[in-house]
């Protein structure tokens, strides 16, 4: 299967279970009345939106370039990530409303354990999704998958922290629990809201390769620039998947240009080999451009 195959099937089948988990949160909720589980499920309805988003922005992503996006469509993936920031954020002031109005007029728990029980296998089912996801959205370098992935085991998280707070207040009758886990899952889902916005806005903002895998472009093209004086200007970005390498090739003023793009061939084909979906392009110049002193063995960066 290819890349663009998986990811976007990934994608498709996390709709499916989405609507799954989100039916089963509400069959926990109709059965306790808990404003906790309330507060849970209706996250769950971010996680069916985010996942019709996160699939209409892989298939954006994959289209060739055109006339109007000569660079490719691969930041549409990023926006399918910071609408699941807002659509997180959007949650967590749902569930502190409906905190409020619990507050106001109390509600007793009723049928707690089978409702707890059901909520239970719908966190087992959001745990081995996401535990996938993440998996293949690292993988694949997907922020749309990877976003999907952290939200939903954010989700799990919060579960968690809900049926251990649910059983503790049965057991103890003290309702009180019950609205002041839903604020505590409110809080949670909004930092975790923020981290996903911040690091999809990273990405549209043209962020640099890590520092590990920056030492490891130089070292390729270091490896590779055997006939070249010098490589300075190396610039990176990146754009989902795809990564953008830029750099200048310092070279023998005398040297033809057939030579220097041998050279430039070398080295865009190693960076190929070792770096999935990678651009790179380089600027020949002349060894009058250089910026390091004269008779320098190595090839150095600047």
């Known amino acids: 299967m290819t890349s663009k195959r998986k990811v976007a099937t990934l994608a498709a089948w996390s709709i499916a279970v989405a609507v799954v988990v989100m039916g089963l ?72 409303f409906e905190v409020w109005r619990a507050w106001e007029t109390p509600v007793d728990l009723t049928a707690p354990w089978p409702g707890l029980a059901v909520n239970g296998v719908a966190a087992v089912v959001n745990f081995g999704f996401a535990l996938i996801l993440l998996r293949v959205g690292r993988a694949e370098r997907s922020p749309a998958l990877v976003a999907d992935g952290r939200h939903i085991m954010t989700d799990v998280v919060t579960s968690i922290g809900v049926l251990g707070g649910l059983v503790a207040a049965v057991a103890t009758g003290w309702a009180i629990l019950d609205p002041l886990l839903a604020i505590v899952v409110a809080v949670n889902i909004l930092w975790q809201g923020w981290k996903v916005i911040g690091e999809s806005m990273q990405g549209l903002m043209d962020r640099a390769v890590d520092p590990v895998e920056a030492a490891r472009i130089r070292g390729i093209i270091s490896t590779n620039s055997k006939g070249a ?30 030579e220097s793009h041998v050279i430039c061939d070398r080295i865009e084909e190693a960076l190929k080999a070792e770096i999935s979906s990678v651009r790179v392009t380089i600027h020949v110049e002349p060894d009058d451009e250089a910026k390091l002193p004269k008779g320098t063995v190595a090839v150095p960066f600047a």
């Open 229 to 258: 004086l010098e490589v300075h200007d190396l610039k990176t970005r990146t754009a989902a998947r795809a990564t953008f390498i830029e750099f200048h090739l310092v070279v023998d003023a005398n040297m033809t240009v057939g």
């Open 25 to 96: 949160k509400f069959v926990a909720w109709q059965l306790t009345g808990s404003v906790a589980l309330f507060s849970d499920a209706l996250e769950s309805i971010v996680n069916v939106i985010a996942a019709v988003a996160a699939l209409t922005a892989i298939r954006v992503s994959h289209l060739p370039a055109d006339d109007e996006h000569p660079f490719g469509h691969h930041k549409a993936e990023y926006f399918s990530a910071v609408l699941e920031g807002v659509l997180i954020v959007v949650a967590a002031l749902l569930i502190l």
